[in-house]
Structure formats: C-alpha cells, structure tokens
C-alpha cells in the first residue's frame, strides 16, 4: 500500500504560495559563480564560531556593475600599494554604495578590487560598472566579497547583516528561505534534488542556519529566516534538517523568493514512511515544459532515476546516490528535451541486503 495523495501532501507540507522578488541587480554576470552561496552561515577561518557575513562571487579581474540606484558612500583605494588598498588584512581596495531601503539606508560594500572606476560622492545606477575585480587585501585569490548592511557602513553594528542570496541571483533563477525552530547556529540544511544551474555551479549541495553565533548577523526584515538557499533553478524540492524533523517540499519559479514554512505547522510527529518501493506516475502528465517525479522508499536504498528518449538515449539524471526512507520528489526540466514520448527509470538499491527494484514511468512531453 502506498501513501495517499492528500496525505503526501500534508506531511511533507507542499506549498503553492505567493512569493517575493529579488531586490538587488547581480554585480557580476550570469557564468560567474557565487562561492559559497549555500553557505553564508559558513564559519570563518579565523573564528569558526562567527560566520562569513557575504558571498564570494569568482570574478577574476573583470568588471563588476552596481547592483542597485544610489551614491557612492567611500572608496577605500591606495594607488601606492595595489595589493593592499586601505583594509590589507582585510577588503584590500574596496567601496561603498549608499541606497535608500525601506526609510533606511542600505549599505552594498564590494571587496577585493584592483581599481575602483567611481568616486566618493558619485551618483550611480543599477547595472553601471562601478569597479574592476582583483585579489587585494585578505584575499584567498581574485574574487569580488559582496556584503549587504542595513541602516550603517560599520562593521560593529548589531544585527545589520543581510544575506544577499535573498536580494541577487542569476537570471531566471528563484531561492528559497525559512526558519527552523531552536535549530543551533551552523545546522546543516539539505535540499533535494540539486538545485544549482550547472554550470556555472561546480560545488555547494547544501545550506547552514545563521544568525545565532554571529551578533553581526540579522534575519532578514522582509523574511524573518535563519537559513536560505540562492541561485536555485525553477522546479519542486525537498528541503530537510534535523534528522528529518524539519522537513519541507517547496516549489519554486523563475526570479522567485519563496518562503519554504508558509502555510506549515511543526509537526511533532514523524513523518510516515512508505511500505514499498514505488515510482509514481508523474505530475502534470503529460507536460510543458517541466513535471514532478515522486519515488518512495520504506528504508535506506541506492537510487537511482534517470529519463530516456524513445531510441535509448539518457536525457537526464534526476537521482544517482544514497537516500533515507521517505519521500523524495524530483524535477525534470524538459526546455531542451524534444517532444513526444519519454520514459523515467528508477533503480533502487536496498541497503541492507541488495535487493534491487526497477520501474519505468511512460511521460509525455508535449509542446
């Protein structure tokens, strides 16, 4: 016996809700990874109780444009000592961009530059090259640091940090954020399936709460969270923590910021898991251009669900690795797949004992 739908639904708290939008202009081109964008609750080196209050985007002495309209605040440049600027055990060459947010200022601090191309007091707008990218200051190789501070330029003030994942993104590309309830700082947060564009994402499968270790951190006013995930493409995704105790399925759309706890209660129970291995049919069927895939494992298995055309050819790997009892819900994006029929395999390896079972789902893409 399989899991009914309505009941699917209630314990992995699928969510169909109104979401937000990005504020902020990426400074950096779409083929240019964030570093560290699942981890901005990443420790520091230096502190590992603190974490890293920015995200490093690898641009690698190129042009970096303001993210949003506003006045150039302070210009940190020493054309004497190019590889040390103002801050060199820290930002190197750096600036300041002031723009009004909510009846206050926000602060947009770009580190690491080699040449600053504006000056104090200039008038800026969005998508305006602003500096050339570089390796000064404390850098651990040519990269742009990308802060936000709310209300103040200083970097002793309280709870001033925003997380620019909630602000910038790739075109086209959504995020999701949320609150886990007493979770300590630096729990991890796992998202299935992966949700980066890759390329230009070579790395990073999971997100870490904050705002717990770090006084400099504060929860974002507009989403209240303590954990968040950025560059993440349109498609449905499980989001786990604590040993399952936290668990959330969310759908997200293009240049979309959705609240994964919207609509959910805690749930003190755990939640059921399947008596059988399954492959559900997939939903919408047929489709255009994206569906969801659903497989359910009453314990431990090797999975694996991959998507073929009709000759044979692979057109997708939606799962290959090890996952828990439960329900796990993948999405095939089918932009570049020609239309017509196509079939979803799994391949499911139980653990304990090697037992292996095998479906196949007959999916229609039509255009």
């Not at 609750?41 to 641009?59: F, K, M, Q, V, Y």
């Not at 609150?179 to 999971?206: G, H, L, M, Q």
Request: with cysteine; glycine share 10%; net charge neutral.
């Amino acid at each position: 016996m399989t899991i009914r739908p309505l009941l699917l639904v209630l314990l992995c708290f699928t969510l169909t809700v109104q979401a937000q939008t990005f504020r902020l202009r990426r400074p950096v081109p779409d083929n240019i990874q964030t570093n560290g964008s699942y981890l901005y609750g990443e420790p520091r080196l230096s502190n590992p109780g603190l974490a890293h209050t920015a995200i490093d985007i690898s641009i690698a002495y190129d042009t970096v444009w303001s993210a949003s309209d506003g006045t150039v605040w302070f210009v940190g440049y020493d054309p004497g000592n190019p590889t040390g600027g103002y801050e060199p055990g820290g930002c190197g060459n750096y600036l300041f961009v002031q723009s009004p947010s909510g009846g206050v200022y926000l602060y947009l601090l770009y580190c690491h530059l080699s040449i600053p191309l504006v000056v104090n007091g200039q008038v800026v707008v969005k998508g305006m090259p602003i500096a050339v990218s570089g390796n000064t200051g404390n850098s651990t190789g040519p990269h742009l640091h990308f802060e936000l501070r709310l209300g103040t330029p200083s970097s002793a003030g309280s709870r001033t940090r925003r997380n620019p994942e909630l602000w910038v993104a790739i075109t086209g590309m959504g995020a999701i954020y949320g609150r886990i309830p007493n979770a300590p700082n630096n729990t991890r947060v796992d998202i299935s399936p992966d949700p980066k564009p890759r390329p230009p994402y070579n790395s990073f499968s999971y997100a870490l709460t904050y705002n717990f270790g770090d006084p400099a951190i504060g929860s974002d006013d507009v989403y209240g969270e303590n954990y968040a995930i950025g560059d993440v493409k349109p498609g449905t995704y499980t989001i786990t923590a604590l040993s399952g105790a936290y668990r959330r399925v969310v759908v997200v759309g293009a240049g979309e910021v959705v609240n994964a706890d919207a609509g959910a209660t805690y749930a003190a129970d755990a939640p059921t898991v399947p008596e059988a291995v399954a492959l559900a049919q997939n939903f919408p069927n047929p489709f255009n251009p994206r569906t969801t895939i659903r497989v359910e494992l009453p314990e431990a298995h090797r999975l694996a669900v991959k998507v073929y055309d009709l000759l044979g050819r692979e057109i997708a790997v939606l799962a290959d690795g090890t996952y828990e009892p439960g329900v796990h819900q993948f999405m095939f994006e089918g932009s570049n797949s020609p239309s017509g029929v196509l079939f979803c395999q799994m391949a499911a390896t139980r653990l304990s004992d090697g037992r292996i079972t095998m479906a196949v789902r007959r999916m229609v893409l039509q255009r």
